[in-house]
């Protein structure tokens, strides 16, 4: 495809050069491919927003390359420390006060008192937000409401032309967005990632919770319908109904036409790295509905019934 760019410094160059002049561009990240553009331009992100037909009440993840590059934009506190040591890089959004002074646009995060921050791992956009002289905003690289992608064809499948420049990372690690923690006020889970609450527990020595219902922060990924391949999804099911795909989740499922094994061997891992290669498939084969069996609810299975689920209503 002519508008995937390989990993090389010209391709890196060339990425600075588009981010400087406000352009957005599709970037790998280690969760899902996301679409980038400066975090400090007001131009930019509305960008952002109008090529992802983003409701304007749904912030953005400003991503850093550390978190010396952090420190003018967000008052950072003591659980942030102790979770950014253990986990960043990697699948973790924070949920931090903005500083006032913070030259974050107010289009990035809604207006709100506090803005989502996270340390990407995929050592690709490392390369990139070293170079760069100011954050990126990066939401995930789909229509608002959709499937996420999580190679640079997907991207094209999403966007086509309207994104002429996009660096290629080759598949997405993990396969599902990073977990997403408010550290302002009580601390809880607004979105199951990677990174369990267990994981979170842990570190922090104290039980996390996980926001229920939608208050004032307005985050899409609790917003209710999202994920979605754009045709009826019907969980925890035992068998097809005629025509449907099939997700299924282990050895005891035979290769069919219509059946997709998120992970034979009964990996979550796995699963959850071919969820939404599978989900962007079926939609792609023109199927009109889909069932999915039951998927265990424990680790990184958390986080793919969440998607499922939002994913069907
Ligand atoms: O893994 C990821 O986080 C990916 C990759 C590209 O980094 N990005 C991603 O961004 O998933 P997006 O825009 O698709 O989802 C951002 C989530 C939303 O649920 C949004 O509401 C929440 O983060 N969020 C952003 N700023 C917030 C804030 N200030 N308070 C509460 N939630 C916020
Ligand atoms: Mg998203």
Redesign the pocket.
Known sequence: MKNIYKNSQKSLDKAKILLKKNNVIG?P?E????LSGNAYSNKSIKKIYKIKK?PKK????I?YYNIKKLKNDAYINSEFLKLYKKFSPG?L?Y?LKKKKNSEISPYA??N?S???V?F?KNRIIRKLLKILDFPLA?????ISSGV?PVNAEDVVDEFGKKINFILDGGNSNIG???T?I?LVGRIKI??P?AISSIDISKILKKKIIFQKKIKR??????LKKHYSPGIPIKMNCKRRDDNAAFIVFGRRYKDNKNIFNLSSKGSLKEAAKNLYKTLRKIKNLNYKKINVVKIPKHSIGIAINDRLKKASN
């Not at 990066?138 to 789909?142: F, Q, T, W």
């Not at 922060?217 to 609790?222: D, T």
């Open positions: 970037v990240t969760t899902v491919y996301g983003r749904n912030p953005l993840i991503h699948p959004t949920i995060n809604s709100l506090t803005i989502a996270r990407p990066i939401p995930s690289a789909n996420s599902l967005e990073s997403v408010n607004l979105r990632g922060i307005n985050s899409p990924g609790l």
